[in-house]
T-cell receptor, first 112, second 110 residues
Framework: SQTIHQWPATLVQPVGSPLSLECTVE??????LYWYRQAAGRGLQLLFY??????ISSEVPQNLSASRPQDRQFILSSKKLLLSDSGFYLCAWIPRLVYGYTFGSGTRLTVV | RKEVEQDPGPFNVPEGATVAFNCTYS??????FFWYRQDCRKEPKLLMSVYSSGNEDGRFTAQLNRASQYISLLIRDSKLSDSATYLC???????????FGRGTSLIVHP
């Protein structure tokens, strides 16, 4: 079966510290992968998406970056976190044909 | 005009009530439509796809009106457990970036 794993579930980081969130998908190949952020009480904001290994498209310029080192692995990173980076980070995937998203369980990041 | 618009609510209804949400979209080339449910502090989960002919899943009915460019979600016999935020998602053909609405909050009370 196809599953998506995202970790950690919660994270509290000081301002200026680095960040690395990982997302992996199982049971499929060549998925489209996405990183979203949801600020408290707000809608989903698309940060990055990838249609293949090494292919990253950025939707919002900011101090975050993404990488896709393997087909089913998507990583969200930052060299120096800002307070405004706090939020609920969600990884998602859809197969090549456009179906509904499946989301990971999310990482709740608090920058202090 | 926003690409996908939803009334944020909240819709506050008693158990057993019937409630309907609409979601309007601006891109007439949109081809795929979905309703998601998001519980507080949880990830969104696919509730149902929306087909051109309309579709039903138990107490939930989804419909598409291409002429007026909106989709709807009808919930019959509301349960307390239906309390959540309902997100509509619209995707244009060939695009790998579906557009999410901001969501409609539903509160079902005893």
């Amino acid at each position: 079966s196809q599953t998506i794993h995202q970790w950690p579930a919660t994270l509290v980081q000081p301002v200026g510290s680095p960040l690395s969130l990982e997302c992996t998908v199982e049971g499929t190949s060549n998925p489209n992968l996405y990183w979203y952020r949801q600020a408290a009480g707000r809608g989903l904001q698309l940060l990055f998406y990838s249609v293949g290994i090494g292919q990253i498209s950025s939707e919002v310029p900011q101090n975050l970056s993404a990488s896709r080192p393997q087909d089913r692995q998507f990583i969200l990173s930052s060299k120096k976190l800002l307070l405004s980076d706090s939020g609920f980070y969600l990884c998602a995937w859809i197969p090549r044909l456009v179906y509904g998203y499946t989301f990971g369980s999310g990482t709740r990041l608090t920058v202090v | 005009r926003k690409e996908v618009e939803q009334d944020p609510g909240p819709f506050n209804v008693p158990e057993g009530a019937t409630v309907a949400f609409n979601c309007t979209y601006s891109n007439s080339a949109s081809q795929s439509f979905f309703w998601y449910r998001q519980d507080c502090r949880k990830e969104p989960k696919l509730l149902m796809s929306v087909y051109s002919s309309g579709n039903e899943d138990g107490r939930f009915t989804a419909q598409l009106n291409r002429a007026s460019q909106y989709i709807s979600l009808l919930i019959r016999d509301s349960k307390l457990s239906d309390s959540a935020t309902y997100l509509c998602v619209v995707n244009s053909g060939g695009s790998y970036i579906p557009t999410f609405g901001r969501g409609t909050s539903l509160i079902v009370h005893p």
